[in-house]
């Protein structure tokens, strides 16, 4: 995988793992990952799938549905990536944190829904539901960051609440911000996410 990783000034801080939207690549949330923690180390990395010429994390066969099989395979593909990447740079595999926009936040909302150890915790800017009918993983230890539009087109309040609730249910912490801009990640958005990072 495509990627770029940046070592933090403080070893005891988590691991920021960024996952980009659909079109973007490994450097479109470095600026957004600075609001959340300049001295973190950052973990960026690029889908491995082209939809159109523009990356992604996993197909879909169209708007709004994804490609269930391609998903699980590319979670786990993922998943290890996470454990070799610690391997390689030396950060903590039990310290990372996600944040993911759109495509990315549903990969990273994937990965809480099939590996307990995948994650410490995620921001999840616009996700949906990535998979339903499955059993999700005790989540206990958890933390969740949900940012969401009231009139998002692309993934509706009714999903938001959906997502909230199933990894509640799990066990999870979980906290959801609502916004009025559509699909949109805004700076308001980015402050929540880091005020909510910073008492987590």
């Keep these: 995988m495509k990627y770029i990783f940046h070592k933090g000034k403080d070893a005891s801080k988590p691991t920021l793992l960024l996952l980009h939207g659909t079109g ?10 600075e609001e959340i ?14 939809e159109n010429g523009m990356p992604r994390f996993f197909r879909r066969l169209r708007e709004g549905v994804f490609d ?9 593909e993922l998943y290890e ?31 809480l829904f099939h590996y307990e150890d995948a994650l410490k915790g995620a921001i999840l800017h616009h996700p949906m539901v990535p998979r339903r009918g499955i059993k999700l993983p005790n989540l206990t230890h958890t933390r969740v960051f949900i940012g969401a ?6 993934c509706t309040a009714e999903e938001s609440k959906e997502l909230y609730d199933l990894l509640e249910k799990a066990g999870a912490n979980v906290h ?12 308001q958005e980015v402050r929540e996410a880091a005020k909510w990072y910073e008492e987590s």
């Design 81 to 111: 990536f996470l454990d070799e990447a610690a391997k390689e740079h030396g950060f903590d595999r039990d310290n990372v944190i996600a944040i993911g926009y759109s495509n990315g936040a549903n990969i990273a909302a994937s990965l």
């Design 176 to 187: 959801i911000s609502w916004s009025q801009q559509g699909h949109q990640l805004t700076l």
């Design 149 to 154: 539009g009231e009139n998002d087109p692309m």
């Design 24 to 33: 973007g690549n490994e450097t479109s949330l470095l600026a957004l990952a």
């Design 37 to 50: 923690d300049k001295d973190a180390s950052m973990l960026s990395v690029r889908g491995n799938v082209l």
């Design 68 to 76: 269930e099989e391609d998903l699980i395979f590319r979670t786990k």
